[in-house]
């Protein structure tokens, strides 16, 4: 991919807002209806609760809605919808709804990527401001609960529901993103996969195994863009997928954990959601200032790899 073109037309994150539904699922709970523990998924995977049971328009319009306040926006004002979901509610259409329900006038369209499906959204967000639009907003929304088999202790206790958005702003200069990559590799659709009106399938070694070299392949190109290293990174907005797969991934890329944004204890692998969800927690912990340098990165089902280098706040020095 190539780098950022000299001159194109800067954005910067000016509101963001998560959403999950009410309900909490527990390990415990899972026990209680197959063979696991509470142990084995916390030690093997990071997660202790999920939350399940939202829809993804509805999810998506709580998160869209709190984004749009903390900008200041009227949904008017909105230039174009990008709404990255694997999990749409209906086969098409999910995201004209969340646009009509916000009261926003513009285009709005389903992205589905898998897990990098945010990632996608919010590199094709920078792409349409640097082309003329001056407000994106870019939601990422899954209810896996909908496509996880509860018999399957394969799968179950990975995936959870949940949103995550954020308002993309035209600026002056040179806006926050600094490099990008996309990737994709078709041949390895088959380790991760769900059949329409199915559930996912999944080699979980495999997909662990693939998923480190991903994100570290990923992260680099899009440092490398950037002309930057992993030491100029104040924070590192990983897909929340397993905890052991953001240890690796951080120890490859030379990174402490500590510098990881981390959310999968409480929400599980919510795909789309799960890297605005770190990040929106990073920035409300203010974990987050002005001028720092985020590496988000993600892997996801298809297989697609995705990164971005992004400085807070634009061209702060
Ligand atoms: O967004 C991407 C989505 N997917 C992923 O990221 C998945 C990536 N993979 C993983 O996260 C891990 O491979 C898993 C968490 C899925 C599995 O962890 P693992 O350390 O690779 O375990 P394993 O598959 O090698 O299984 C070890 C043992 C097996 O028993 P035996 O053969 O050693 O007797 C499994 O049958 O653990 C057993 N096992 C379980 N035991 C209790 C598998 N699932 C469970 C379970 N509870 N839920």
């Not at 639009?133 to 990422?140: C, E, F, K």
Request: net charge negative.
């Amino acid at each position: 991919m190539p780098a950022i073109r000299e001159g194109a037309r800067g954005a910067v994150i000016s509101g963001w807002g998560t959403s999950l539904p009410e309900k909490v699922l527990t390990n415990d709970e899972l026990a209680a209806t197959m063979d696991t523990s509470d142990e084995w998924i916390r030690s093997r995977t990071g997660i202790a609760e999920r939350r399940v049971g939202g829809t993804t328009i509805g999810l998506s319009i709580e998160s869209g809605r709190q984004a749009l306040e903390m900008a200041g926006l009227d949904p008017s004002r909105i230039d174009a919808l990008v709404l990255a979901t694997t999990t749409p509610d209906k086969q098409w259409g999910s995201a004209a709804v969340v646009q009509h329900e916000l009261g926003m006038r513009c285009g709005a369209v389903d992205v589905n990527a898998a897990c990098t499906g945010f990632m996608y959204g919010l590199v094709t967000a920078h792409g349409l401001i640097a082309m003329g639009a001056d407000r994106v907003l870019v939601i990422g929304t899954d209810s896996l609960s909908r496509i996880t088999d509860y018999t399957d202790r394969a799968t179950a206790p990975l995936f959870g529901d949940g949103s995550g958005a954020v308002v993309l702003e035209s600026v002056d200069g040179d806006g926050e993103l600094l490099g990008w990559d996309l990737d994709a590799d078709g041949s390895a659709l088959g380790i991760l996969q769900a059949e329409v009106g199915g559930y996912i399938e999944m080699e979980g070694k495999e997909v662990f195994r693939r998923a480190v070299r991903l994100m570290v392949d990923s992260a680099e190109k899009s440092m490398a863009h950037a002309g930057v290293t992993i030491d100029d990174i104040k924070l590192i907005i990983p897909h929340q997928a397993n905890i052991r797969i953001i240890q690796a991934a951080c120890d490859r890329l030379g990174i402490p954990i500590e510098r990881a944004s981390v959310v999968i204890e409480h929400t599980g692998n919510t795909s789309s959601a799960t890297i605005p969800l770190a990040l929106a927690d990073a920035l409300d912990r203010g974990r987050v200032e002005y001028g720092d340098l985020l590496l988000l990165v993600g892997f996801g089902g298809g297989m697609t790899a995705a990164s971005c280098v992004l400085r807070w706040g634009g061209d702060a020095q």
